[in-house]
């Protein structure tokens, strides 16, 4: 059995369609196996013999969509890729708090030059400490003390496409293990 992370993007808690015991039966209803939500905010493990990731997905969202009316994106990533992605400790000795925020944003399908693109953002309060390319995820250091709140959110959507989801360092680590249990 193949052990993924279903990272949903545009899940609100407060709609009811969207809470963890519905997401957690379409995955059931799609026949997967050892289905688990992790936090209010769209992240889903479970699985499954099937290994074709684009396939999962297409089905996941179509599942998603036509069950509970959610037209977010699915980003599907194996427990191998967030395994090693936290094994590289890419905010070695940062503390993820309320001034400084690491996050992790899944790019569902990654362009050649990510790493190109990555060296022209200077806003002011971002650091991006990298590209994991197996993963496909930019991680990147969020200052909260700045005057000015960043709005690297938009800068990677125009950059990227609305087909990114992104999660804090604090979520990846709780996804991983509850991918281990």
């Known amino acids: 059995m193949n052990r993924y992370a279903a990272l949903l993007r545009g899940i609100m808690p407060t709609n ?39 396939k999962l997905e297409a089905r996941i969202q179509g599942a998603l969509s036509s069950e509970l009316g959610i037209p977010g994106g699915t980003i599907v990533r194996t427990y191998d890729e967030l395994r090693d992605l936290l094994d590289t400790d890419p905010f070695p000795g940062l503390t993820h708090g309320r001034e400084t925020y690491l996050i992790t944003t899944f790019l569902k399908h990654a362009p050649p030059n990510v790493a190109e693109e990555l060296r022209k953002h200077t806003e002011p309060g971002v650091q991006i400490v990298g590209y994991d390319s197996l993963a496909r995820a930019v991680l990147a250091v969020i200052d909260n003390t700045e005057p000015r709140t960043p709005d690297f959110m938009a800068w990677l959507e125009k950059t990227y496409s609305k087909d990114i989801t992104t999660r804090t360092w604090l979520t990846v680590q709780k996804i991983v293990k509850k991918m281990e249990s």
């Open 16 to 54: 009811p369609n969207m809470k963890g015991e519905k997401l957690r039966g379409v995955f059931e209803g799609l026949g997967f196996e050892k289905v688990a939500t992790i936090l209010a905010s769209g992240n889903v493990v479970f699985r499954t013999a099937e290994a074709d990731i684009a």
